[in-house]
Structure formats: structure tokens, C-alpha cells
T-cell receptor
Framework: ETGVTQTPRHLVMGMTNKKSLKCEQH?????MYWYKQSAKKPLELMFV???????ENNSVPSRFSPECPNSSHLFLHLHTLQPEDSALYLC??????????????FGPGTRLTVT | DQQVKQNSPSLSVQEGRISILNCDYT??????FLWYKKYPAEGPTFLIS?????DKNEDGRFTVFLNKSAKHLSLHIVPSQPGDSAVYFC??????????????FGQGTTLQVKP
């Protein structure tokens, strides 16, 4: 596999469920990101990890819990979500978070529906 | 307050002509700007970037222009092809975010290139 992969591609969950989104990058990058895209809104950064350390938490509610066990894998654990959390969740990676190697490469996203 | 704005939600051009996508920003501390393209059911794809110390960057059919005094950047696609039909996002990185990896995205402009 190449690039950035995300599983599952689609997820429907109830408000009391616990689920996890998975992201894997095969690019040898050091930084990974979670974004949320709601309908009619810009991409919104959620979390950034650089060399497995979290460098950014964009005031995300605690019902979203990220995990980065290594530079190639990133998880987003979901629990007690609300219907307004329904959105496209995108993972991205980059070689670094600064300098010229900053361009982020995105996965296809997970379409999440909370019922 | 939205710091990166794409005021045109859609643009339609004829194949072979020039497509010009515009983006305005409010934060003069942004040091890096990027353009992404997104097809339905796929994640955004990096297109081209420009540092704030430059006013132009060209890559094949794609050229990005930066006018810092006007806080405006544009993406030119020449010649436009039907395969360019997609949603285009501009994004910016603040100097203060150079060690956190945070990008701020515009709302996107849907480009339709007619054969």
C-alpha cells in the first residue's frame, strides 16, 4: 500500500457507542494530523502529532481521544458522540511540521454518521 | 473569525481557457500558503505551495501568485482541462504555528471545466 490509508471508510454509530478510526501512512513521514470537515465548512484541524508527540490540540472535546503509537499510525477514539459530530474525518501526514517539507498528504477520509 | 477566505463558492470555465481561483487572508503573519484539490470521495491532494518571501511559484500548468500587500493569493490553471474539475482549497500556516503544524483552510471553490 502507498500513501495514507484510513479505515473504515464509512461508519455509523449511536451516541452511546465507542469506536475508533485508524490511519496509516506509508510515506516515511514524521508528522500526522486529524482534520474534521463538516458540511459547508472549511477543513478544521483537530490534532497534530510530530514524532509521536502531540503538538496541537485545537480545543477538541474530550469525547475525541487521539492516539499515536508510532510515526506511521494514528488513531481517533470516539465515545459518546453527538449527532453534530457527523462529518468527514481526514487524516494527513507530512515529512515535518516546519520548513520546506511541510506539505501534508491526506487519506481518503472516514465518513462518520452519529445517530 | 475566518482568517482564510475563498469568496467564490464555484467557478465554471471552458476547456483550454485559464482558471483563476482566489483566496484572501487576514493574518499578515502567515508564512506559507498551499493549494489543495479534492475530488468527491477522496482526500485533498497537495497541488502547489508558496513561501511568503516569494510572489510567484510555477509548476507545470499551475501557478500561484501571492500579493502580500493585498493579503491575496491566486491559483492559475492554464490550460484548464476537464480533469481539473474538483474542489480547490487554499490553506495558510502562521509563523507562530511553525512548530505545531497547524494549517488554516478556506471553504473551498468548486471548479467546473466544460469540454
Amino acid at each position: 500500500e502507498t500513501g495514507v490509508t484510513q479505515t473504515p471508510r464509512h461508519l455509523v454509530m449511536g451516541m452511546t457507542n465507542k469506536k475508533s478510526l485508524k490511519c496509516e501512512q506509508h510515506l516515511g513521514h514524521n508528522a500526522m494530523y486529524w482534520y474534521k470537515q463538516s458540511a459547508k465548512k472549511p477543513l478544521e484541524l483537530m490534532f497534530v502529532y510530530n514524532f509521536k508527540e502531540q503538538t496541537e490540540n485545537n480545543s477538541v472535546p474530550s469525547r475525541f481521544s487521539p492516539e499515536c503509537p508510532n510515526s506511521s499510525h494514528l488513531f481517533l477514539h470516539l465515545h459518546t458522540l453527538q449527532p453534530e459530530d457527523s462529518a468527514l474525518y481526514l487524516c494527513a501526514s507530512s515529512q515535518d511540521i516546519a520548513g520546506a517539507s511541510y506539505e501534508q498528504y491526506f487519506g481518503p477520509g472516514t465518513r462518520l454518521t452519529v445517530t | 473569525d475566518q482568517q482564510v477566505k475563498q469568496n467564490s463558492p464555484s467557478l465554471s470555465v471552458q476547456e483550454g481557457r485559464i482558471s483563476i481561483l482566489n483566496c484572501d487572508y487576514t493574518n499578515s503573519m502567515f508564512d506559507y500558503f498551499l493549494w489543495y484539490k479534492k475530488y468527491p470521495a477522496e482526500g485533498p491532494t497537495f497541488l502547489i505551495s508558496i513561501s511568503s518571501i516569494k510572489d510567484k511559484n510555477e509548476d507545470g500548468r499551475f501557478t500561484v501568485f501571492l500579493n502580500k500587500s493585498a493579503k491575496h493569493l491566486s491559483l492559475h490553471i492554464v490550460p484548464s482541462q476537464p480533469g481539473d474539475s474538483a474542489v480547490y482549497f487554499c490553506a495558510a500556516r502562521g509563523q507562530g504555528s511553525s512548530n505545531t503544524g497547524k494549517l488554516i483552510f478556506g471553504q473551498g471553490t468548486t471548479l467546473q471545466v466544460k469540454p
